[in-house]
């Protein structure tokens, strides 16, 4: 599978990324469970995401800040089928501690979201930098990342958490 170019990956996440601010822009939505599919409302799905790409955005910038640090490392067995069926399973993997929403109300999310957004705006800035990159940086399920993969990450895991909150509002009418 050819990789995709830096750039078509931060359109994706930034598309996805104001998909989610849409969402959390109409707060009813964000209360919407359906228990048999998910033990997260709609807003806690989008906590999560929203969480877990701020952690990335940290993590880009560390690895950019030292290009060349860990390149020797690879992703695990898991992260390489991941990333190469562009597929996450549904309820296989629990969330780590430090990505589990907290229950931030609209607003907080809106911001949390805006935050995001800006930093992979700003993210367009490094790719020619990122795309250069050997530097790698654990991830807790797929092992060892570079750049490349964490942003495809991001896109495969909102994606994926995406069609969750399809599932649910669908389920919750």
Same mark, same amino acid.
């Given at each position: 599978?050819? %990789?995709?170019? +830096?750039?078509?990956?931060?359109?994706?996440?930034?598309?996805?990324?104001?998909?989610? *601010?849409?969402?959390?822009?109409?707060? %009813?939505?964000?209360? /919407?469970?359906?228990?048999?599919?998910? #033990? =997260?409302?709609?807003? &806690?799905?989008?906590?999560?995401?929203?969480? @877990?790409?701020?952690?990335?955005?940290?993590?880009? #910038?560390?690895? +950019? &800040?030292?290009?060349? %640090?860990?390149?020797? $490392?690879?992703?695990?067995?898991?992260?390489? !089928?991941?990333?190469?069926?562009?597929?996450?399973?549904?309820? @296989? #993997?629990?969330?780590?501690?430090?990505?589990?929403? &907290?229950?931030?109300? *609209? /607003?907080?999310?809106?911001?949390?979201?805006?935050?995001?957004?800006?930093?992979?705006?700003? !993210?367009?800035?490094? +790719?020619?930098?990122? *795309?250069?990159?050997?530097?790698?940086?654990?991830?807790?399920? +797929?092992? =060892?990342?570079?750049?490349?993969? =964490?942003?495809?990450?991001?896109?495969? %895991?909102?994606?994926?958490? !995406? $069609?969750?909150?399809?599932?649910?509002? /669908?389920?919750? #009418?």
């Amino acid at each position: 599978m050819p %990789h995709r170019p +830096l750039a078509g990956l931060q359109a994706a996440v930034l598309s996805e990324l104001r998909h989610l *601010a849409g969402i959390a822009a109409t707060p %009813h939505r964000l209360e /919407r469970r359906a228990p048999n599919l998910s #033990g =997260w409302s709609v807003g &806690e799905q989008i906590e999560h995401l929203a969480v @877990v790409d701020s952690q990335v955005l940290a993590v880009l #910038g560390r690895l +950019l &800040e030292a290009p060349d %640090h860990e390149r020797a $490392r690879r992703p695990n067995l898991a992260g390489r !089928l991941v990333l190469a069926v562009g597929w996450i399973p549904r309820g @296989v #993997g629990k969330a780590p501690s430090a990505s589990r929403p &907290e229950g931030r109300d *609209a /607003r907080a999310l809106q911001a949390l979201l805006g935050e995001v957004e800006q930093g992979f705006v700003a !993210l367009g800035l490094r +790719l020619p930098q990122l *795309a250069r990159c050997r530097a790698r940086a654990r991830h807790p399920r +797929l092992g =060892w990342l570079d750049g490349r993969e =964490w942003l495809r990450f991001v896109e495969l %895991h909102q994606r994926h958490h !995406l $069609r969750i909150v399809r599932a649910i509002e /669908r389920a919750a #009418g």
